[in-house]
């Protein structure tokens, strides 16, 4: 099973709106990030987890809020967004090798429509 | 730094015609390399991938080689279907100065139409 899933699929939401995305992955995978994806362009990365703790913010703005529980699941917690923000928001995860800690292959999600209004 | 460079198309072929997307990357050391597939309104889907040197990835028909010399890992497909129309990416995972390699580094992406 290489499955990441992601709900919801289509999300609309006001600019004073308080949203949030989820993704779940099964394959043991101990990294796990976020992407932006804007139309006709390649994704972006914005938060990469590894073990469960935050490891890399690539400086996205704090309307933006990623958060782990555990091992398996990964939000995105969306606050006061503006349109600009609107985008497919895709979830990877991968493997983290023992010793040297690299990352994988990754496989991501089918992603989130999220359109700001 | 990392970075990808692949022809950017787009690219319109018939059925049963050969396919070649060329990529091209710089890097430190010694990458892995990634091809990535995305059907219209979906995420996107792992194709196919080379670890080292000389590796060949394939998949679905698609192929691709690992070409430390040239730096490459073309794309290539003897004969594509109407369902293989899609945005292919080619990605790489390079160690960065930090020796971390946790950042994907992709092309800019091919728009690939098949017609019947």
């Known amino acids: 099973d290489t499955e990441v899933t992601q709900t919801p699929k289509h999300l609309v939401m006001g600019m004073t709106n308080k949203k949030s995305l989820k993704c779940e992955q099964h394959m043991g995978h101990r990294a796990m990030y976020w992407y932006k994806q804007k139309a006709k362009k390649p994704p972006e990365l914005m938060f990469v987890y590894s073990y469960e703790k935050l490891s890399i913010n690539e400086s996205v703005p704090s309307r933006f809020s990623p958060e782990c529980p555990n091992s398996s699941l990964l939000n995105l917690h969306l606050h006061a967004l503006q349109p600009e923000d609107s985008a497919l928001y895709l979830c990877?995860?991968?493997?983290?090798?023992?010793?040297?800690?690299?990352?994988?292959?990754?496989?991501f999600g089918q992603g989130t429509r999220l359109t700001v209004v | 730094g990392n970075s990808v460079t692949q022809m950017e198309g787009p690219v319109t072929l018939s059925e049963e015609a050969f396919l070649t997307i060329n990529c091209t990357y710089t890097?430190?050391?010694?990458?892995?390399l990634f091809w990535y597939v995305q059907y219209p309104g979906e995420g996107l889907q792992l194709l196919l991938k080379a670890t080292k040197a000389d590796d060949k990835g394939s998949n679905k028909g698609f192929e691709a080689t690992y070409r430390k010399e040239t730096t490459s890992f073309h794309l290539e497909k003897g004969s594509v279907q109407v369902s293989d129309s899609a945005v292919y990416f080619c990605?790489?995972?390079?160690?960065?100065?930090?020796?971390?390699?946790?950042?994907?580094?992709f092309g800019k992406g091919t728009l690939l139409t098949v017609n019947p």
């Open positions: 990605a790489l995972r390079g160690l960065n100065s930090g020796g971390s390699n946790y950042k994907l580094t």
């Open positions: 890097a430190t050391g010694y990458p892995s």
């Open positions: 990877a995860s991968s493997h983290l090798t023992s010793g040297y800690q690299l990352h994988t292959e990754a496989f």
